[in-house]
């Protein structure tokens, strides 16, 4: 087994499509070695970054770390990576906590085989060969892959939209619902389309707020 980065035998070729189990990886981390069983029955937030020691993957970082009890509260982990050594990862960590007093709870990955980057399509030849793009993964607590949203090299992501996002996926799961554009908890939420003429008729008369036979809401 490789030092720092496998993937499990029966890992999908090609890359991850929602909605299928995300690709299984054995890692070396910060935290010591992670596989996708230790996130089982939580949701998971993976993301990359291009290198350790950068300007904009610290101000990520940073954000991450200042919202992880957020993340904690929705039953969530956090879970970094780049293609950086395991060393270069606890020097990058002590030096974010001296520099701007912000202490990194989560794990990274060390990932210089680029095993799970490649896995999980983070490495975009057009951006780098050798860096992982700014890719998020959110992951179900059945280690369904729920959600994958790349940003470029160059600008760094917005925290308070995984946090959202969380927030979102858990409320359609456990209502069967949808959630409009920028959906914020405590706002109402979009009910299934009737699949039937019959029941786009009756939607009408089922007492939700009904714009049209496809579009209702209600509040939860």
Known sequence: MNVHATLAEDTPTGLPRLNEPAPAFDALTTDGRK????????????????????????????????????FAALDTELLGLSIDSHYAHIAWMRSI??????????????????????????????????????????????GVLRAMVYYPMTNGRSVDEFVRLIKALQTADTFKV?????????????????????????RMTEGFETKDWYFSTKSI
């Not at 990932?111 to 992951?139: C, E, H, N, W, Y």
């Not at 706002?187 to 039937?196: C, F, G, R, Y």
Request: charge should be negative; charged fraction near 20%.
């Open 35 to 70: 596989t996708n069983d230790d996130y089982k029955g939580k949701w998971l937030v993976l993301f990359s970054h291009p290198a350790d020691f950068t300007p904009v993957c610290t101000t990520e970082f940073v954000a991450f770390a200042d919202r992880a009890d957020e």
């Open 97 to 142: 906590k001296e520099t701007f007093g912000v202490e990194i709870p989560f794990p990274i990955i060390a990932d210089l085989d680029m095993k799970v980057a490649q896995a999980f399509g983070m490495i975009q030849p057009g951006a780098s060969d050798t860096q992982a793009v700014r890719a998020t993964f959110v992951i179900d607590p059945d």
């Open 178 to 202: 949808a959630t409009p554009e920028n959906w914020q908890p405590g706002e109402d939420v979009i009910v299934p389309t009737p699949q039937t003429a019959y029941a786009a008729e009756a």
